[in-house]
């Protein structure tokens, strides 16, 4: 059984969610619930759980600091944030610090199910791999290659090593260039793990063996993030095309031996070897180009990156625009708006990588805030289709995110489709009531009541489906069409203030005042002199007049 905390400041829902749920078919138990981050991180260090289920705003310390301290200091722990804010901040900061779902409030016993089933998964996953990879450490554990790439994991983290021990060894041949090669290896079918491990360790060594080449040496070494990772050294700042001959002429020799493909990428070169971490960084930024380039065996330079000028960040998608198309059943359309945008990134440079990510998860957020207007919960819409919002950040190419974001929508259409005879019905029925408002605005009488007898309806659905059609409430609109009117009628010089505000339906004047001077920062008095600035209205100083 995995240990769940429950993290949740309103007792009714935190033991709700702990005493109503069978978690042991699930595979987990109840390890304890608290109310905040502090008592949930002195629980945590009591009985440390596999999983933490955590509301985002709590007394004390709320979820957001609470998952930046797990990530900090207990990153195996499982993080599930449970919250009623439909915010894109929270859930961008929720990625950021590797939390594993983001479950909207309220949230049904089968999305519970569906979220616990695969954390368990993953949790099985990695307790197999563990075990797997105490086994090959054993036999492993005292050998020289082990002891390399500790060393070198150091380097590439930024600690861990005795900087004396460091720059002598660095130093003793003279000064040196210090920079980081990242290989992406082209496996079909990686999800057999122990198979892609394989492939690394066949590629590593067959890398180490072929390291120095036209004066580049390198040692090869499988890191922290399982990535094969290369610190190149050279006597003399590489130039671009020495780089791309070095990693072309490697990429030959793993082709040659293994018949596999590699895609390398290069970052600057420092002679200061404490730049690595940032050179790691780099490389990272590199070789994440890959999502871009539909070639093989390519060589990308950070250089390239940097000099590269494509603004990817005037680049967006129109939520608008594509839910139009979705509620017009014009699911072809709504492709090609997905088409236009992901071809401009195709064969581009992106220093900002996860930008198309972050695109496809903006585009969903705001679609589903969109969707809430007619009764579409686009998180039921993808559990449908077994995905969640993050899942674009796990797939390896433009083809596939695009996919995704394209199941969706079709999903979506057809959902729309189901619906659609009853939204039309309350757009129309919006419509209705907007003319009625429209006419009678600055009426006295004007009231959700009002209107509701004229269309019988409760004011209650009235001010549901005015705001679900025009995205403001009732009574803000009639204000602002009355203010609107004000500032005509305040170019007549000879109409009164208090006058005006009778007409328009403010029985008090100092409302009127109040309302307007809010909206557009001035007074009706000091609005009507920008209108006439010489000589004025002849009013008194007093805007009751």
Same mark, same amino acid.
């Given at each position: ?17 702990? +005493? ?76 950021? +610090? ?198 093989? +065996? ?212 100092? +409302? ?34």
């Amino acid at each position: 059984m995995y240990k769940l905390l429950v993290v949740e400041d309103e007792k009714s829902i935190a033991y709700g969610i702990a +005493n109503s749920i069978e978690w042991e078919k699930w595979g987990f138990v109840i390890s304890g619930v608290c109310s905040n981050g502090i008592e949930a991180l002195e629980q945590i260090k009591k009985d440390k759980p596999h999983v933490v289920l955590s509301d985002i705003r709590m007394p004390e310390m709320d979820g957001v600091e609470l998952m930046q301290h797990l990530n900090q200091h207990y990153p195996e722990i499982k993080i599930i944030i449970l919250s009623g804010y439909n915010d894109f901040e929270y859930l961008q900061m929720s990625i950021k +610090n590797r939390v594993m779902e983001y479950l909207l409030k309220p949230t049904d016993l089968d999305e519970f199910e569906v979220t616990f089933r695969k954390i368990k998964e993953r949790l099985d996953e990695e307790g197999k791999k563990e075990l797997e990879e105490r086994e090959l450490k054993s036999s492993y554990e005292e050998s020289k290659s082990l002891k390399l790439r500790r060393k070198y994991n150091a380097l590439i983290k930024g600690y861990g090593y005795h900087e004396e021990e460091m720059e002598e060894e660095f130093f003793r041949q003279g000064e040196k260039w210090y920079g980081v090669v990242m290989i992406h290896l082209e496996v079909p079918g990686t999800k057999d793990k122990n198979a892609f491990y394989q492939d690394q360790m066949k590629v590593e060594k067959i890398l180490n063996e072929r390291a120095s080449k036209d004066g580049i040496n390198g040692t090869y070494i499988w890191n922290f993030e399982e990535k094969i990772t290369g610190i190149l050294s050279t006597g003399v700042e590489p130039l671009e095309e020495e780089l791309y001959s070095y990693a072309k002429q490697m990429a030959e020799s793993v082709l040659g031996e293994s018949g596999i493909s590699i895609y390398a990428g290069i970052s600057n070169f420092y002679t200061d070897f404490q730049m690595l971490p940032q050179c790691y960084e780099q490389a990272k930024c590199c070789v994440s180009q890959k999502i871009y380039s539909e070639g093989k +065996n390519l060589v990308m330079t950070y250089k390239e990156i940097q000099e590269a000028d494509f603004d990817y960040y005037a680049v967006s998608f129109d939520t608008g625009q594509i839910l139009k198309e979705i509620m017009e059943q014009e699911e072809n359309k709504a492709e090609d708006i997905l088409d236009g945008i992901f071809s401009e990134f195709k064969g581009k440079m992106i220093l900002d990588y996860d930008y198309i990510n972050r695109l496809g998860l903006e585009l969903l957020f705001n679609l589903s805030r969109a969707l809430l207007r007619y009764g579409v919960r686009l998180e039921k819409v993808m559990k449908k289709l077994d995905c969640t919002y993050t899942g674009i950040y796990s797939l390896k190419s433009l083809k596939e995110k695009k996919e995704f974001l394209s199941r969706i929508l079709r999903e979506v259409s057809r959902e729309m489709a189901g619906m659609r005879g009853e939204w039309r019905s309350q757009s129309s029925l919006a419509q209705k009531i907007k003319e009625i408002v429209d006419e009678e605005y600055d009426s006295n009488q004007i009231s959700l009541e009002y209107v509701g007898a004229k269309v019988h309806k409760n004011s209650a659905y009235i001010s549901k489906i005015f705001k679900n059609e025009f995205g403001c409430n009732f009574s803000d609109y009639i204000i602002t069409k009355r203010l609107e009117k004000s500032r005509e009628l305040l170019a007549d010089p000879g109409r009164k203030i208090y006058e005006i505000s009778q007409e328009l339906g403010w029985a008090d004047v100092s +409302n009127y005042i109040k309302l307007f001077k809010k909206k557009y920062g001035i007074s009706p008095k000091e609005y009507r002199n920008i209108l006439q600035p010489e000589g004025g209205s002849g009013e008194k100083d007093n805007d009751n007049e």
